[in-house]
């Protein structure tokens, strides 16, 4: 293959999965800048709407104070494959009772600034596809800051710097308290890593 033609190869598969890990254009903090901003909270929250379905149980979401118990996060985006596949394998699991049906699962939209929110709900609240949601699917705006659980205050933490600057995909587990106690950004649904999730969510087995 001639340079050009590899370039403009390289260029193409740098496009297409832009959507998939992080989004162009945006800054994180640098060591300097994070040094002077507000510590995250050990105990967060934040709230969201949703497209209010019956899946959503409403029509806003306080994340801690809307879930009793540990919750299951999936970062998502609506043109990223591995979500799509993250997004499939739950359904399955939690369809065939592998994963109980009280277990507390969210999704949560991560570039709200890069994709419509038409384009979300086309991807994960078309019923009858892989890709339908039947947990509810969280719409933060990208203004969305914390809210610190210890406190019961509102923060100036921004959320994605709350949660460790999460792409697409990303699985995280937020425990009863609060706390952000596990994370994994394994892009294809990988059946070991969710069992690892759902042992740290109820590590009784019960």
């Avoid at 409403?58 to 970062?75: E, I, K, T, Y």
């Avoid at 969280?138 to 792409?167: C, H, K, W």
């Avoid at 937020?174 to 069992?195: F, I, P, Q």
């Amino acid at each position: 293959m001639k340079p050009m033609q590899r370039f403009v190869s390289g260029m193409v598969v740098l496009l297409l999965l832009s959507g998939c890990t992080a989004a162009p254009f945006e800054e994180t903090p640098t060591q300097e800048e994070e040094a002077v901003l507000s510590p995250v909270p050990e105990r967060l929250s934040f709230t969201a709407p949703t497209f209010d379905r019956v899946d959503d149980n409403g029509a806003q979401h306080d994340l801690r104070n809307s879930f009793d118990g540990p919750v299951l996060m999936l970062w998502v985006a609506a043109g990223c494959s591995g979500c799509h596949d993250w997004t499939a394998m739950l359904s399955e699991e939690l369809a065939a009772g592998n994963i109980s049906n009280t277990t507390n699962i969210v999704s949560v939209h991560r570039y709200p600034s890069f994709e419509s929110t038409e384009k979300v709900q086309e991807r994960y609240t078309t019923n009858n596809t892989s890709t339908y949601t039947p947990w509810p699917l969280l719409l933060p705006p990208a203004s969305t800051n914390v809210i610190d659980l210890d406190t019961g205050r509102m923060t100036d933490v921004e959320l994605y710097r709350a949660f460790q600057n999460p792409v697409t995909p990303t699985l995280q587990v937020l425990d009863g308290d609060g706390r952000l106690v596990w994370t994994s950004k394994t892009y294809w649904a990988n059946a070991t890593v969710l069992e690892e999730a759902l042992s740290i969510m109820n590590p009784d087995g019960a």
